[in-house]
């Protein structure tokens, strides 16, 4: 069966940085994309990046360019993404999604179980 | 604000039938698939409907997908309680090179 999951929650103050983790299992982890996702409060989601996990490619959403970073270990089968210089709008809940194998525009399916980051002085 | 825009809630007692829309535009479902998440209280949103309309598996047919040109909705008939939920339509916009997600229908069962 597959899984991901994400490390705990976070809490940080503005100007830092944080990074998330999604182990994934049950499936040949360099076949498959890792998109992230995150959701403010009472808000819909909204697509951050993706990285190929074969080769460590990522593409980020313009919103996020140069603030968002997303990494791979393919021996732990686990994909990371640090946001640096964090600030009270980037509360929210952070997602990883599985891409239907390296197609990155297909639907996201399954989804890690969120990891709640909050920003607060 | 969302890209795709839905209607903020949708309302129907349990056996109705309840239909959702998604308005985008051609850089997203004008030339890409529609997908469809529910997302219960407090947890990750689940792929619901796959590439305009096919229903993953486990999905109930009561669940159904539709596009039309930069438009899509979803249907769900037969009503349950546990249809009680959030749902988004999603598409791949071109013009930003990625995954582009809608403004929410919270459904209830009255």
């Known amino acids: 069966q597959v899984h991901l999951v994400q490390s705990g929650p976070e809490v940080k103050k503005p100007g830092a940085s944080v990074k998330i983790s999604c182990e994934t299992s049950?499936?040949?982890?360099?076949?498959?994309?890792i998109h992230w996702v995150r959701q403010a409060p009472g808000q819909s989601p909204e697509w951050m990046g993706w990285?190929?996990?074969?080769?460590?490619?990522?593409h980020y959403s313009q919103k996020f360019q140069g603030r968002v970073t997303i990494t791979r270990d393919t021996f732990a089968s686990t994909v990371y993404m640090q946001l640096n210089s964090l600030r009270s709008e980037d509360t929210a809940v952070y997602f990883c999604?599985?891409?239907?194998?390296?197609?990155?525009?297909?639907?996201?399916?399954?989804w890690g179980q969120g990891t709640l980051v909050t920003v607060s002085s | 604000q969302s890209v795709l825009t839905q209607p903020p809630s949708a309302s129907g007692t349990p056996g109705q039938r309840v239909t959702i829309s998604c308005s985008g535009s051609r850089s997203n479902i004008g030339t890409n698939y529609v997908y469809w998440y529910q997302q219960l209280p407090g947890t990750a949103p689940n792929l619901l409907i796959s590439?305009?309309?096919q229903r993953p598996s486990g999905v109930p047919d009561r669940f159904s997908g539709s596009k039309s040109g930069t438009s899509a909705s979803l249907a769900i008939s037969g009503l349950r309680s546990e249809d009680e939920a959030d749902y988004y339509c999603a598409s791949w916009d071109d013009s930003l090179s990625g995954h582009v997600f809608g403004s929410g229908t919270k459904v209830s069962v009255l």
């Open positions: 999604a599985r891409a239907p194998g390296t197609m990155i525009r297909g639907g996201l399916d399954p």
């Open positions: 990285t190929n996990t074969d080769d460590g490619r990522t």
């Open positions: 590439r305009n309309n």
């Open positions: 049950g499936y040949t982890f360099i076949n498959y994309a």
